[in-house]
Structures are given as C-alpha cells and as structure tokens.
C-alpha cells in the first residue's frame, strides 16, 4: 500500500485513544479493521509503532517520532484549508454584486423583495430606471444582470441577443375615471366609449406607449386625442378627477383613489406583458427560476389587495393573464 494523508489520521486516532477498540469507534470502523489497518501502515513505515499490551498501546521509540511529524503535517493541512476557505469566502465577499433593474413601479418592489430572500444583500445592488429604454440598454450592455419591465404587444424591446427572457403575464390596462363620470356607473368600460375623450399620458418613450394607444383605439374605430403628458400619476389623477382627462392605470399599481374610479375595459384590448430578463453570464438559471416563481406569486398576492383588480382576474381575467400570449 502507499501511505496516504488519511492513514496518518488513524495513527494519531490510535495514540489518542490509547487501545484499538477505542480508536475503532471514534473511526466508526470495526476493531478488525482497525486493527488490520495499523498493520498495514506500521509495514509501510518499516516496523511497529505501538507497544500492545492488555491495558492497550503506546507508542514505541520510532512511534513516538512518527508521531511527531504526522502531528505537525496534520497541523499544517488543517492551517492549509483553512486558510484556503478564508481566502474563498472573501472572494465570494469580494465577488462583483448581483445588478437588478426595473422601472419605477410596484413590479421593481417585487422584484427587489425576491431578490432579498434569494440573494445575500451585500452582493445585490438596484437601479430602478424611469426609462425603460435606458433600463433594456443596460442589460444589452451587460451593465445590468436581472431586471423586471412592461413589454406592449408588437414593440419588443431590444434587451440584445444575450439576454434571456420570460413572460411572466400579461397585464391589463384598466382607465381611470372621474368618479362622477357618466361611465363610473359601469361595471367595465369599452374602448369604444372612451373616443370623445381627452388622454394624459406618460410622454412617449422607445416602449411604443403612444404608438399602441393608437393602433388599439384605432382597432376600436377612433384615434385617441392625446392631450396632456406627464410622468406623474398623481398629476394624472388630479386632471382626471376634474374630468379634463382619462388615464389608463396599471391595476396592479397604487393609484390614488381620491375623486376617481378605475374600471377594466372590455374584452382586454389594451395590456401589456410582464417580463423577467437575466444575463445567463451572472444569473445561474436555477436563480432565474427562483425569482420568476417568486415574483409570480408576489404579483398575485398583489392582486388579491386590489378588490376591483381581484374581481377581475376571478371573472375570467386568469385566463386571459397567465394564459398563452397572442
């Protein structure tokens, strides 16, 4: 046999225990083997090592040398790997942070909270964006690893060929309403009630909002009269409770309910889709999984605080949300 690191181990085990019974259970091995063994390393070293008697072993002269050194090599492993685990954990400390991005919104919140439970917060940096556009030129430039953004049909973004992506749902836009608006009193609204309108809006952006505002008021025999923009929904809020606007508001959003109503619209012409994008460089798909089904289960979690929302999802609006994508 060849002497082995594990052998020199066994040697000390022995010493330490004084008897072979005693070493063999703290080796969780049989006294035989035991036994046997210490044979074996004792013909590889050139001799006994032990003195055995009925009260037990001890080393002899040439043991005790032997020993010596195998205490001083056992001694200087364990500094070895230990040192080596040090030196590791503070790479992983070290180790560039995870980079998760969104755009300002409740889908940011939940991404950044699935992140929490999944990732060690000193290795989790966030950049919630206004723009989307900056937002999907960051991961295409590997300058973001994991982000959370909206998505309108038939205007991808252009998040670059290395990043991978993931529909989460889709997401209906419901309108806001002055609460004293003639069609506050409806339990949904069509689109097409809404032509003689006047809209707030977010300003135009590389998400195509206007642009599918546009095709899907067009698709409901009417273009939509743009009036006012604002990236601020509170804003939005106060010119549509003075009945100078309507808005569409993303349900799963915290609107401000003073002097207005949300209502869905029918048959679900305007939505978008939610989607999950990682570098698969910085991002191990097993991490990727774990925050889409965290976030998933986040966002209906969300739904049931919306009662109206809520409502809808339960009269057909699941179906429509987590079913296949047209």
């Known amino acids: 046999m060849h002497l082995e690191f594990r052998h020199l181990r ?12 005693g070493a063999a259970a703290r080796l969780q091995l049989s006294q035989p083997a035991t036994s046997a063994q210490l044979k074996r390393i004792e013909h590889e070293l050139g001799g006994p090592l032990f003195i055995r008697s009925a009260e037990g072993v001890k080393p002899n002269e040439n043991g005790q040398y032997v020993l010596r050194c195998a205490r001083d090599l056992v001694l200087g492993f364990d ?22 991005g969104g755009t300002a919104g409740p889908l940011v919140s939940l991404l950044i909270s699935a992140l929490f439970e999944l990732v060690p917060e000193s290795r989790l940096t ?20 994991i982000a959370v953004f909206g998505e309108f049909p038939g205007f991808p973004l252009p998040v670059g060929e290395s990043v991978v992506t993931r529909t989460l749902l889709r997401e209906p836009v419901f309108v806001l309403l002055a609460e ?4 506050a009193r409806q339990e949904r609204v069509s689109l097409s009630d809404l032509s003689d309108e006047e809209w707030v809006m977010p300003e135009a952006d590389e998400s195509g909002v206007h642009a599918y505002l546009h095709l ?19 804003v939005a809020q106060i ?49 990727a999984d774990a925050v889409g089904e965290r976030l998933s289960a986040a966002y209906l979690s969300l739904v049931r605080e919306r009662p109206q929302y809520l409502a809808w999802w339960a009269d057909g609006g699941e179906e429509f949300a987590l079913g296949a994508d047209g």
Do not use: M, Y
């Open 180 to 183: 004293d608006h003639p069609l």
């Open 10 to 21: 066994v040697l000390l085990t022995v010493a330490e225990a004084g008897s072979i019974r």
């Open 216 to 234: 899907t008021c067009q698709s409901a025999g009417f273009s939509p009269r743009i009036a006012h923009v604002t990236p601020d929904l509170s």
């Open 239 to 287: 010119l549509v409770a003075g009945r100078r606007a309507v808005c569409g508001v993303w349900p799963s959003a915290d609107v401000p309910a003073q002097g207005t109503v949300q209502r869905p619209l029918v048959d679900v012409p305007f939505h978008r889709r939610l989607q999950l994008a990682w570098n698969p460089e910085s991002v191990p798909p097993e991490l």
């Open 79 to 100: 500094r070895l790997r230990e040192h080596a685990r040090a030196v590791a954990e503070t790479d992983r400390g070290t180790a560039a942070p995870l980079r998760a």
């Open 126 to 145: 966030i950049d919630a964006r206004r723009s989307v556009h900056t937002l999907v030129k960051a991961l295409s430039q590997s300058k973001c690893d």
